[in-house]
C-alpha cells in the first residue's frame, strides 16, 4: 500500500509500505475517510530532522474492520463493522488509559499519525480498544471529522457546559473552531465567531453562528461586548493557540464567564487580577477527548441531527494528498478528508 510522510518544509510523499497483519490484540481497519487536521500542518512545516516523519500520517481515521487479530472477539470487532479510530495508545493498564484517556497515560503514548502510522494510507493496524463505532446515520467523512477536530470541540464545549442560558465567542474557525460553532449552536447558545479569514467567516454564518467577527478589521473584545450589551459573553474558546486570541478570549468573558482553551503551542501572559480574578472567571484547559467522549459526540451528532456533513468542504483522494494539504495550509477551507473507495 502507499501512505502519506510528512518530509518538512511544507513537502511530503507518497510512500510504499507493506500491507499491515494485525497482531494479538489488534485490528486493520481499511480506511474509507482520513482528516486533515490543522495541527498537521506542524509537521508539514518542520525544518531539520524528526524522525516522527517516517510514520504514516493522518490522525482522524475512519473505515471498516478489514482483519482482526487474536484474541479480539468478533463479537466487539466483527470484520466489515463501521469504526471510528481514538488515534491514542497507552500502557492500558494506569487509571487513566483504563478511563478512556490514554493520550494522559504516565507511561507515554502513541499517537497515530505522528509517532505511529496513521490514516493517510489504505490500511491501518491498531488496537482493538482504540476502535469506536461509528453510527449508521453518519458518513465516513462525519466519522472523520469526530475522530479529532469536532470531537475535540464537542469536549471543550462540555467542560464549560455550553446551554442555551450561554452566549458563546468561538476563537478561530479552523476544523475545531468551525465544529464549535456548529455544535454550540446545538446545544442551543448564542454563537458568535471569531477569525482573521473572510471565507471561514462566511461558512461559520452558514454553520449557525449569529455574528461574526474579523480580528484583523475589528477590535474582537470591543465587539463582543457591544454583542452582549456590555456585559461580555458568559462562554469563550480559544481554537487558535495564539497568545492575541487566548487574551481577547479571556478579556471577552463577562463577570463569572467560563473559557475552554483548545488550540495548543505558545505561551500567554494575563494580568491575573484585572483579567482573572476581579472577574471570577473559571479557565478549562481541555485537550482532544477520551474514547467514551468520542463515542458521546457521535451520539449527540446523531441525535440532535446536526448537520455535520456541511463541515466537510474539499475531498481528495490519496494521489492528490499534495495539492491537497497546500490548499489546506493557506486556512480559508472548511474540512478537508482524503477519501478511499
Not at 160 to 172: C, K, M, N, Y
Request: hydrophobic residues 40%; neutral net charge.
Amino acid at each position: 500500500m502507499r501512505g502519506v510522510v510528512f518530509l518538512g518544509d511544507r513537502e511530503l510523499a507518497l510512500k510504499d509500505f507493506p500491507d499491515p497483519t494485525p497482531g494479538s490484540g489488534e485490528v486493520v481497519v481499511a480506511m474509507k475517510a482520513s482528516g486533515m487536521c490543522g495541527s498537521d500542518l506542524k509537521h508539514d512545516r518542520a525544518v531539520g530532522s524528526d524522525p516522527r516523519r517516517h510514520v504514516i500520517a493522518g490522525h482522524e481515521p475512519c473505515g471498516v474492520v478489514a482483519a482482526v487479530g487474536a484474541g479480539v472477539s468478533a463479537d466487539f470487532a466483527p470484520v466489515g463493522a463501521r469504526v471510528m479510530v481514538h488515534h491514542y495508545k497507552g500502557c492500558g493498564r494506569c487509571k487513566h488509559c483504563r478511563v478512556g484517556w490514554s493520550q494522559l497515560c504516565r507511561d507515554g503514548m502513541t499517537v497515530y499519525g505522528i509517532t505511529g502510522d496513521g490514516g493517510h494510507a489504505h490500511f491501518m493496524r491498531v488496537p482493538a480498544s482504540t476502535l469506536v463505532p461509528l453510527p449508521d446515520a453518519l458518513s465516513f467523512e462525519e466519522g472523520a471529522a469526530i475522530s479529532c477536530g469536532t470531537g475535540t470541540a464537542y469536549a471543550a464545549l462540555s467542560r464549560i457546559d455550553v446551554s442555551g442560558r450561554d452566549t458563546l465567542a468561538v476563537f478561530g474557525q479552523g476544523a475545531v473552531g468551525l465544529s464549535a460553532t456548529m455544535l454550540g449552536r446545538a446545544m442551543g447558545a448564542r454563537v458568535i465567531a471569531v477569525d482573521v479569514s473572510a471565507e471561514r467567516l462566511e461558512l461559520a454564518k452558514r454553520l449557525g453562528a449569529e455574528a461574526i467577527i474579523n480580528s484583523s478589521e475589528t477590535d474582537p473584545v470591543a465587539a463582543i461586548h457591544d454583542l452582549t450589551n456590555g456585559e461580555g459573553a458568559t462562554t469563550t474558546m480559544d481554537c487558535t493557540g495564539v497568545s492575541d486570541a487566548r487574551v481577547a478570549a479571556v478579556r471577552s468573558a463577562g463577570t463569572w464567564g467560563r473559557v475552554a482553551f483548545v488550540g495548543e503551542g505558545g505561551t500567554t501572559a494575563f494580568d491575573v487580577s484585572q483579567h482573572l480574578l476581579r472577574r471570577q472567571l473559571t479557565i478549562h484547559a481541555s485537550w482532544t477527548f477520551s474514547v467514551t467522549g468520542q463515542a458521546e459526540c457521535a451520539r449527540f451528532i446523531v441525535d440532535r441531527k446536526v448537520p455535520l456533513k456541511n463541515l466537510v468542504t474539499h475531498r481528495f483522494n490519496l494521489n492528490e494528498a499534495e495539492a491537497a494539504y497546500r490548499l489546506f495550509d493557506t486556512q480559508t477551507t472548511g474540512k478537508a478528508v482524503l477519501v478511499f473507495c
